[in-house]
C-alpha cells in the first residue's frame, strides 16, 4: 500500500508563485512513476503532468507548458507552478502507479494510488 499527503497549496494572487510537494511512503518510492491531477468545481479530474519512476521523462498538459515544472527526489514528487492564472484554481492531486510504468501517465486509470488533495486558489 502507498500513502501519498500532499502540501503547498494556498490562495495566491495571478502571476504569482506555488510549489506542492508530494511525499509517500509504504513502497519504494524509486519504483513509482508519480502524477498530478486536478479538479476544479464542477468539473472532471484532469492531467497536469507526470514523471516516471527514474525523473527521464515528464510530461504535461498543453495548459500548463512553460509554467508547470515536475520534479522529483528520494522522497518527494513536487509541482512548481509559475505566473498562475484563477483558470488553475482547483483541487490538485498527487498520484502513484506501481511497477515502473511508463505509458499512459497522463490517464486517471493507470494510477494505483491517491493523495487526498491540496486546494490551490488564484485570485484575479
Known amino acids: 500500500q502507498v500513502q501519498l499527503v500532499e502540501s503547498g497549496g494556498g490562495l495566491v494572487q495571478a502571476g504569482g508563485s506555488l510549489r506542492l510537494s508530494c511525499a509517500a511512503s509504504?513502497?519504494?518510492?524509486?519504483?513509482?512513476?508519480m502524477g498530478w491531477f486536478r479538479q476544479a468545481p464542477g468539473k472532471e479530474r484532469e492531467f497536469v503532468a507526470a514523471i516516471t519512476w527514474s525523473g527521464e521523462l515528464t510530461y504535461y498538459v498543453d495548459s500548463v507548458k512553460g509554467r508547470f515544472t515536475i520534479s522529483r527526489d528520494n522522497a518527494k514528487v513536487y509541482l512548481q507552478m509559475n505566473s498562475l492564472k484563477p483558470e488553475d484554481t482547483a483541487v490538485y492531486y498527487c498520484?502513484?502507479?506501481?511497477?515502473?510504468?511508463?505509458?499512459?501517465?497522463?490517464?486517471?486509470?493507470?494510477?494505483?494510488?491517491w493523495g487526498q488533495g491540496t486546494q490551490v486558489t488564484v485570485s484575479s
Open positions: 498520484a502513484a502507479a506501481i511497477n515502473r510504468r511508463t505509458a499512459g501517465l497522463s490517464r486517471i486509470g493507470v494510477y494505483d494510488h
Open positions: 509504504g513502497r519504494t518510492f524509486r519504483s513509482l512513476s
